[in-house]
């Protein structure tokens, strides 16, 4: 949700932000824009809609010098995505620029006061508003630009990451966070900042995580020196990163996102590292392991996610409770966080989050641990906000996602989930050694047989080419398959536009069975394992009203492949497993279907990967 990038250093700065402004751009990219201060002190603001490379072109002839610089990258909240709205904004004195990812809640208050002393706005921006604010902090109270900064923040209710720099001073950045990302990459006279680590990786694995509510000034050729905005000082703690250039390429796959459903073999295998044991007769997990006495005494274990990670929840809970037989809710966090939920100090929060900052999922987090609830978080992005406010958890591993519609990292927290189940039911005694034993060692399998699914990459790209012009699709399974149904709806819709729900296949008599015609597509999971006859008389009935079905079937199935328009097959596994398996050509399909659309797969129209606003 908005990608921000800042650059001061020995380097021309434009280039870098560039760079990192496509980095970034999962994040929001209905805008971008630089600001640079050349070395007459001039402060040189270039914005405009659309994407980064449209940012590129518009500067074609401009003058870009400059080792001082900040970007953006956008995805609107506060007004329509044109290049007024566009960031970096300026204050009326046009002596400050500032980018920011977040939204201040008091903008309108703010602007209020500040039109009454006379400034004037261009833009329907909540940042323009907070510009103009410390810019009036800073001539009203005669501040330095740090002070100025801490003071306004000290005033402002909301979620920001913020970099600010000053026309005349090309020697300081001063940024600042609360509720939204920003890490600062340490380099050899030179510092880099962005919302996430991936702009930076390329010149320094050494990064500051900004913790909440600080301040960071960055000036030439110094230290970093931190303080809180209640003026408390602070030391920088410089880290490491393990992030490879290679991770963030393309590596000729012609989208991130094809790219990353071909990884799954590789990124599940790493999901369960060090976790289920060679021998495959056990699993680990140490988030487990270090407070088991949490998850023995639960009285109940609530799941908190959105989007896709919900959808991994929602297979969790099938997991937990049918071997651990621990009472599971799953709930979108947007929901959950202001509907006065009961929560019990015995209850176990597990929070699922692929980036490890959805705002929603976040506050949730921050609602159930003020309650005493145990908070264990399944995330992918190492050190982000939601694994730092957990209790405990366990990282994904499967690097960085970058294709706005998730599928490695969903895959991946249905492993994770998996293992967690295992764990506990282990302990509890609530699972069969045999049953145990079965599922280490398909899990073990699961990469080998996804391999084996891809292998039908062309044979789905064919298939996609007949749904090109559907207005609507249903998808339908039961059990285990449910998720897998909402999930493949999901990815569907949200890379190809077309309207597709997913839904339990027994509901479908009350209510979407009216939908059914002959133009009507229906994906259907109706594998072997997974109440496979009773999903075949759902078949029966959407054929029966010359429904067009699309299956997805156990290898060697003949009784659903005779029923089905179309038919794609997976290799058998245990029920639970079925998936991560019949996730994957649900994957394919939609990719194909919106690459044969000519829709822009990697960065869908109004998403973005990381909604670090409610
Ligand atoms: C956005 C993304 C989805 C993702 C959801 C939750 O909507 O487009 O792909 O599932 O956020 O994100 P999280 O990072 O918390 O898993």
Known sequence: MCGIVGYIGNRQACPVLVKGLHRLEYRGYDSAGVALINEKGELNVYKTRG??????????????????????????????????????????????????????????????????????????????????????????????????????????????????????NPNQIVAARKGSPLVIGVGEDEYFLASDATPIVEYTQKVVYVGEEEVVVINRGEELTVRT?????????????????????????????????????????????????????HVVLSGFTNNKEKFLGARRIIILACGTSWHAGLIGKYMLEEFARIPVEVEYASEFRYRKPVIYPDDVVVAISQSGETADTLAAVELAKSNGAFIFGICNVVGASIPRNT???????????????????????????????????????????????????????????????????????????????????????????YPVALEGALKLKEISYIHAEGYPAAEMKHGPIALITSEMPVVVIATHAGMYEKVISNIQEIKARKGRVISIVTKGDKTVKKMSDFCIEIPETVECLVPLLASVPLQLLAYHIAVQKCCDVDQPRNLAKSVTVE
């Not at 000082?233 to 490879?244: A, F, G, N, R």
């Not at 991770?247 to 060090?274: C, D, V, W």
């Open 229 to 281: 905005i209640a003026n408390v000082e602070k030391t920088p703690e410089v880290k490491t990163i393990e992030l490879s250039l290679s991770e963030l390429e393309k590596g000729g796959y012609p989208h991130f996102m094809l790219k990353e459903i071909f990884e799954q073999p590789r990124t599940l295998a790493n999901s369960m590292k060090g976790r289920v044991s060679l021998d495959k007769k």
């Open 391 to 481: 209790d405990s958890g366990c990282y994904t591993h499967v690097g960085p996602e970058i294709g706005v519609a998730s599928t490695k990292a969903f895959t991946a927290q249905v492993t994770v989930l998996t293992l967690l189940a295992l764990c506990i039911a282990k302990e509890k005694k609530t699972i069969e050694e045999e049953a145990y034993l079965e599922i280490i060692s398909e899990l073990a399998e699961i990469p080998r047989k996804m391999e084996m699914i891809l292998k039908n990459n062309d044979e789905i790209a064919t298939l996609s080419r007949v749904f090109t012009y559907a207005q609507n699709f249903i998808y339908l399974g039961r059990g285990y398959n």
């Open 51 to 168: 994407k980064v490379q449209d940012l590129e072109n518009y500067m074609e002839s401009k003058d870009v010098s400059g080792t001082i610089g900040i970007a953006h990258t956008r995805w609107a909240t506060h007004g329509e995505p044109n290049n007024v709205n566009a960031h970096p904004h300026c204050s009326n004195s046009e002596n400050l620029a500032m980018i920011h990812n977040g939204i201040i809640e008091n903008y309108a208050v703010l602007r209020e006061m500040l039109s009454r002393k006379g400034y004037t706005f261009k833009s329907s921006t909540d940042t323009e508003v907070l510009v103009q604010f410390i810019d009036y902090i800073r001539t009203t109270n005669k501040l330095s630009l740090p002070q100025a900064v801490q003071q306004a923040l000290s005033q402002v209710v909301g979620a920001y990451a913020i970099a600010v720099i000053e026309k005349n």
